[in-house]
């Protein structure tokens, strides 16, 4: 078997008591053999602050990080600043976004409208310094016009110089398959690990799914739905299903795993170990 690359996401936490829970989640979580920890970034600056001071931490403790950046409503000085900061750090992969305008924000545009821009603008200002991860979205991002419109737009981040790409969460294995596929026949050869995440907590799920353009199939919704309040049973289940598609893509040879951790150690770790990793 190939190496895979297996990484883990975190998010900055919004209170100290939130913090102290990312040290404990983290430190069991550096444990394992991974890649990278990356930290979400909320565009218009909504979590500036938080991720700086989750990804210093992070730094402090020798740990590989890869902050995320999103263009939306930053300037280009500005952007260059974050990722000056970053470099003095020893930093040397960035997952690069356009992010979402936080909605009635009032927040700016900016000087970029798209990730591909940002990414043109990394390459141009600090050359190969950084490895750049992009966002795919096997199952459309929810404001393209068309899957093959998607795509090309995927692509134009490629060609703008990323190096390989995460995708959104999905359930659906065939999605991801298909994705792959069509970006192999255009030419895209970047590896495109899959975003990966645990389902403890079904509303929660639900309401971020129907946003962000990730689909809960229907037969799993209604497993879920099945099990109301037993939090027990749904975590059970979620291991079961999550664990299995973990397995189908290490097999169908995905280059890797990026778990969307959401600042717990358990599900994660539940997952890593049924798969042997
Ligand atoms: P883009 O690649 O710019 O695509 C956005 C939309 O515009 C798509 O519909 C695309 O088809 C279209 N498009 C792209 N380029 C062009 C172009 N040149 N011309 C016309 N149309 C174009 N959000 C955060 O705020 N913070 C985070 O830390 C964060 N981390 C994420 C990590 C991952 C792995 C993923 C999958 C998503 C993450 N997001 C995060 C969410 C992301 O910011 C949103 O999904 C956002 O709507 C799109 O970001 P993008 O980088 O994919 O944008």
Redesign the pocket.
Known sequence: MREKILSFELFPPKSEKGFSDLKKAVGKLNEKEVAFFSC????GGSTQETTFATVDWLRSQKINTAP?L?CIGNTIKETINILNRYKKQGIERI??????RPSGSGVSSGDM????ELVKLIREEFGSHFHIE????PEM?P??SSFE??IE??K??IEAGANSA???YFYSKDAYSRFVDQCTSLDINVPIVP?IMPITNFHNLKRFSAT??AEIPRWICKRLESFGDDVESIKQFGEEVVSELCDHLLSDDAPGL?FYTMNKSAPTLALWNNLNL
């Not at 409208?113 to 591909?116: D, G, I, V």
């Not at 992009?134 to 979205?137: L, T």
């Open positions: 979400t970034y909320g565009a995320h999103t997952v690069a976004l356009r992010g979402d409208s798209h990730a591909n992009v966002a795919a979205y991002h404001q393209a419109n998607d737009n995927f134009r981040k995460i995708t959104q975003g962000c353009g990026h």
